[in-house]
């Protein structure tokens, strides 16, 4: 039972260009969504993130967008950058305080210069 | 450094061995998290600690899996009678507090059971 789910499993974009990745979850008690980036060979590092009571959030070039009727949210990249070349993560917590996170499958991005 | 350390960095054995994976999180973070990864899959939450108690521990698999904490720093992933489908990277985290879900990670434990 996948709770959150990210059905593109790669992303090619042109530098400068935006780049747009999508997460959907089935689990309405989901208050926090976060995105993470994982470059090979580390970790994840937390990116952005976006509490249920807003839809929209934004860092810089990066934004995220959440529509809890459809219960998606997506990461934009504005413009990409090669740098940003990564595996994205998106990320659900629950309300309870114990900062356990659902995490989706990923997206690979590659931006081409 | 400042991050959160992992070790051993890879780490091979053979089925049925014993195996510990160590985690030394953030100065000052008291929420601990383990997690393992799978080839293509995303993080998949095994246990949380608060200080020195598993707040939660509803990820771990089976009872092959323990971690403890003993001093509310340094944790360590012990893993039983491993099995070649314990295969993955094992990554830590810790963070200030357990609300926000901003979590720092460690590079992981490639763990590889033949």
């Known amino acids: 039972d996948q709770q959150v789910k990210q059905n593109s499993p790669s992303l090619s974009v042109q530098e400068g260009r935006i780049s747009i990745l999508n997460c959907d979850y089935t689990n309405s008690m989901f208050d926090y969504f976060l995105w993470y980036k994982k470059y090979p060979a580390e970790g994840p590092t937390f990116l952005i993130s976006?509490?249920?009571?807003?839809d929209k959030n934004e860092d810089g070039r990066f934004t995220v967008f959440l529509n809890k009727s459809a219960k998606h949210l997506s990461l934009h990249i504005v413009p990409s950058q090669p740098g940003d070349s990564a595996v994205y993560f998106c990320a659900a917590k629950g309300s309870s305080n114990t900062g356990k996170l659902i995490f989706g499958q990923g997206t690979t991005l590659q931006v081409k210069p | 450094g400042a991050g959160v350390s992992q070790t051993p960095s890879n780490k091979v054995t053979e089925k049925g061995k014993y195996v510990e994976l160590r985690c030394d999180p953030i100065?000052?973070?008291?929420?601990l998290y383990w997690y393992r990864q799978s080839l293509g899959q995303g993080p998949e939450f095994l246990i949380y600690f608060q200080g020195t108690g598993a707040a939660d521990d509803s990820g771990l698999p089976n009872d092959r899996f323990f971690a403890v904490r003993p001093e509310g720093s340094v944790s360590t992933l012990k893993i039983q009678r491993t099995e070649r489908g314990d295969s993955a990277v094992y990554l830590c985290?810790?963070?200030?507090?357990?609300?926000?879900?901003?979590?720092?990670f460690g590079e992981g434990s490639r763990l590889t059971v033949l």
């Open positions: 985290a810790s963070s200030l507090t357990s609300y926000s879900g901003e979590l720092f």
């Open positions: 976006i509490s249920s009571i807003k």
């Open positions: 100065s000052g973070h008291t929420a």
